[in-house]
């Protein structure tokens, strides 16, 4: 029901900032909880970030405390990521997924959808 597409990944410096953003498309966007996930080569995804269908409530990995913003815009079918204070341990693909539940956010397995990612690379 739901297809996401991510952007505004790219290279950036340490301490540099980046806004990833999450289009989507078919039905019902505004009933979705949203979460950003990263994977870096060799190791597994893990959770960064959630955000409830309202925007009301919003989750984050420790690691990315006080650093990173997740945000959406029902209106504009848009979920965004504000990353800033990057660091190299921030390398990664980016996904975004989309959970009909929106409970156990921190679980890839409670989302539904998934987008194909968008490459972040924070250099030294």
């Known amino acids: 029901q739901v297809q996401l597409v991510e952007s505004g990944g790219g290279l950036v410096q340490a301490g540099g900032s980046l806004r990833l953003s999450c289009a989507a498309s078919?039905?019902?966007?505004?009933?979705?909880?949203m979460g950003w996930f990263r994977q870096a080569p060799g190791k597994e995804r893990e959770f960064v970030a959630a955000?409830?269908?309202?925007?009301?409530?919003?989750y984050y990995a420790d690691s990315v405390k006080g650093r990173f913003t997740i945000s959406r815009d029902n209106a504009k079918n848009t979920v965004y990521l504000q990353m800033n204070s990057l660091k190299p341990e921030d390398t990664a693909v980016y996904y975004c997924?989309?959970?009909?539940?929106?409970?156990?956010?921190?679980?890839?397995?409670?989302?539904?959808?998934w987008g194909q990612g968008t490459q972040v690379t924070v250099s030294s």
């Open positions: 078919g039905r019902t966007f505004s009933s979705y909880a």
């Open positions: 955000i409830s269908w309202s925007g009301g409530s919003t």
């Open positions: 997924a989309a959970s009909e539940l929106g409970l156990g956010l921190n679980s890839g397995y409670e989302y539904d959808y």
